[in-house]
């Protein structure tokens, strides 16, 4: 079993339409949560950090933390098809945070 | 800021032949990280530096990889020798050691190996 899992997609929705991105882990000594973009043959790009539990917004993105489920979730607002991309999670522990594992990303595409 | 630096940013070569990719990360970083991203793997991290010092290279598929980093601003991915299966796109990444969760990605190189 993978540590990080996540649905590859594609996701495709219209302009406007709320998406929401979602990944399950099994390390329950995960405690920083990342969400990465990547553009077609770029390299990714941080857009979401959040330690622990809880919630966190940035404009129209929200990303969520449930670790007694062991869920992460990104939700986008508001899509635009600028927002077509691929969304990477990763996470790492308090003991090797440096080390990042990361899903196999979703591949987001919003129709004008 | 330039951002972090990669090169080549695509690399054709015949098994057998050693490789090598360099980066350049951002001034002033002292972590940095060296990824590989292919279809069927995601992104994996290979190896990364905290100040110059290799400080987990459990990532590195086998003895035919390996990195240096001689000094703060240059660090170099080998491939010696090269098989078909290497074929990737190999990512280099910088941070602030205590802002690991931010990690600015370079354009990667893109490896085939024919």
């Known amino acids: 079993q993978k540590e990080v899992e996540q649905d590859p997609g594609p996701l495709s929705v219209p302009e406007g339409a709320i998406v929401s991105l979602n990944c399950t882990y099994s390390?329950?000594?995960?405690?920083?949560f990342m969400w990465y973009r990547q553009y077609s043959r770029k390299g990714p790009e941080l857009l979401m950090y959040t330690y622990s539990s809880g919630n966190k917004e940035d404009g129209r993105f929200t990303a969520q933390v449930d670790k007694s489920s062991k869920y992460i979730s990104l939700f986008i607002r508001d899509s635009q098809p600028s927002d077509s991309a691929t969304y990477l999670c990763?996470?790492?522990?308090?003991?090797?945070?440096?080390?990042?594992?990361f899903g196999s990303g979703t591949k987001l595409n919003v129709k004008p | 800021d330039a951002g972090v630096i990669q090169s080549p940013r695509h690399e054709v070569t015949e098994m057998g032949q050693e490789v090598t990719l360099r980066c350049k990360p951002i001034s002033g970083h002292n972590s940095l990280f060296w990824y590989r991203q292919t279809m069927m793997r995601g992104l994996e991290l290979l190896i990364y530096?905290?100040?110059?010092?290799?400080?987990?290279d459990s990532g590195m598929p086998e003895d035919r990889f390996s990195a240096k980093m001689p000094n703060a601003s240059f660090s170099t991915l080998k491939i010696q020798p090269s098989e078909p299966r290497d074929s990737a796109v190999y990512f280099c990444?910088?941070?602030?050691?205590?802002?690991?969760?931010?990690?600015?990605f370079g354009p990667g190189t893109r490896l085939t190996v024919t």
């Open positions: 390390n329950s000594a995960f405690q920083y």
């Open positions: 530096f905290n100040n110059n010092v290799p400080i987990d």
């Open positions: 990763a996470m790492s522990d308090t003991y090797n945070f440096n080390k990042f594992y």
């Open positions: 990444a910088s941070s602030y050691r205590d802002r690991a969760y931010e990690q600015y």
